[in-house]
């Protein structure tokens, strides 16, 4: 049987890689440069409604269940150490990581953003919040390298923030999906439209205030 998985879409992407997939793309949206567009919040928020027991109805599986214990222990860590590698990546290659045309993926505005994210907020104020905010926070992670930001200071805000992203998100879920066993489908769509319209809206904040300042 041929399995058809769409890579911006969170739903398609855990009913075929299951557990082991989230914790891969987790790692790969906060570590490696190519997986920014990766649906990191609608995947966690997806991940704890079906770990609630909802799976069945959200993912039209029958037998279909997801470990709320391997995703509260294993999306933390790999947040966590997906970051560790693009600080480290930035720290060791320099800017000469970003040193490339734009292209249909790679904009340089997404670096110029981060960086504007970590002169604006401060390193570690800037680490932590750039986990909420999508592209953001796969691109801060090798920017903070690039800026000198010491691997153990990273460290420390990394672990505050992938912590604080992931559990937050994942329980957030569950919340919603323990709460409303048997009625889901009717508040799924809307519940991650809010998900991604909230970690969308401070970059949308941002672009207004750059267009307000341009403009002056």
């Known amino acids: 049987m041929e399995l058809a ?10 009913t ?21 567009f990766l649906p990191g919040d609608s995947l966690l928020f997806l991940a704890g409604v079906g770990a609630a027991g909802a799976a069945d109805q959200v993912f039209d599986r029958p037998g ?23 600080h480290l990546l930035g720290a060791r290659l320099g800017p000469k990581l970003f040193a490339r ?24 104020k800037a680490v932590v919040l750039a986990r909420f905010v999508p592209i953001v926070r796969t691109f801060l992670n090798p920017v903070a390298g690039v800026l000198g930001m010491r691997a153990g200071a990273f460290l420390i805000w990394n672990v505050v923030g992938g912590t604080a992203w ?25 519940a991650i439209g809010l998900i991604i319209a909230l970690s969308l809206l401070p970059v949308l904040i941002e672009v207004v205030r750059s267009r307000r300042a341009a403009s002056r």
């Open 5 to 14: 998985v769409n890579v911006l879409d969170a739903q398609s992407m855990i």
């Open 16 to 36: 075929a890689f299951g557990l082991a997939g989230i914790l891969a793309i987790v790692f790969a949206e906060t570590g490696l440069l190519v997986g920014f």
């Open 64 to 86: 279909f269940h997801l470990s709320l214990p391997g995703l509260l222990v294993g999306a933390p860590l790999c947040a966590i150490a997906g970051a560790q590698l693009g």
């Open 101 to 124: 045309p734009d292209s249909r993926l790679f904009k340089q505005e997404y670096v110029d953003k981060a960086e504007a994210y970590f002169t604006r907020y401060g390193a570690g």
């Open 166 to 190: 992931t559990l937050g998100v994942i329980l957030l879920g569950y919340r919603l999906g323990d709460s409303l066993k048997g009625s889901i489908d009717s508040y799924l769509l809307p």
